[in-house]
């Protein structure tokens, strides 16, 4: 029985992120250029979009351009910005094909004019497919999201519009760029790096959390089917003891 069909279908995760991580160093192991390896990665975000399509995932979370990867060689971000062009307007046919939805969260509006464009003929001409959600993650921070809410909030509290006595965590979640998501229930983060590097913070207070050795251009279907299966294996307990968890599920 393959891993797939081993899985529970009553059991699969609404929401999966993923930080791919690992392309430039399997790239230099290879003695090809950082980018090569970024460029290799898009074969495994077209195999995660698959796995997540066919066991049922709704919405998939991949973190592809932080706000801190600006900092990087302009090299190396002038070809990530391209590679973001090309690939989404190289994608969007077969999305539709599949009934994905494109969308993205992050700072777009401060990134180069030909991604922002690329974005929003994708978001566009993907906005009325029902199936599995795609989200990019670009130019995209956790705290920079969180500090962003304050900032509206606060401003809405100073004009009255609000009372400060309102202001709860499910307030709070309205004005995160994730409103319309749940919050994902796991994230894979590849490369052996064990960190969320300010990724979806408020978002995943109860992740399940799996980590794997294999670089992002390695990454197939079958590492998401396990992914999946790993995370049906745990106990999800939300604050609870075992026992209470037991007892709800009977």
Known sequence: MSIKDSLNKENIP????????????????????????????????????KAATECGV??????????????RPKEEVDALMNLLVETIANEI????????KFMTIGNIG??????????????????????????????YSARWDVANA??????????????????????IKQYLSTADFPDPELLIRTSGEMRVSN????????????????????FRKEDFFQAVLEYQQRERRFGKVSEQVKAVNE
């Open 93 to 100: 046919a077969e999305l539709n094909e599949n009934n994905v």
């Open 150 to 171: 304050m900032k509206i909030i606060t401003q809405k509290a100073i004009d009255g519009e609000i009372d400060p006595e309102s202001i709860d965590q499910e307030f």
């Open 110 to 139: 401060s990134m180069p004019e030909s991604v922002v464009k690329a974005i929003t003929d994708g978001v566009k001409s993907t906005e009325n497919n029902t199936g599995t959600k795609l989200i990019l993650a670009l130019n």
């Open 199 to 218: 990724f979806l913070l408020w978002e995943m207070a109860y992740t399940e959390l799996l980590f794997t050795e294999k670089y992002w251009p390695d």
């Open 58 to 71: 709704d919405y998939l979370t991949l973190y592809a351009f932080s706000t801190e990867n600006w900092s």
């Open 14 to 49: 609404s929401h999966v992120a993923i930080i791919m991580d690992g392309n430039g160093r399997w790239a230099q192991e290879r003695g090809e250029h950082r980018v090569f390896g970024h460029t290799s990665g898009v074969e495994s975000v077209r195999e995660a979009l």
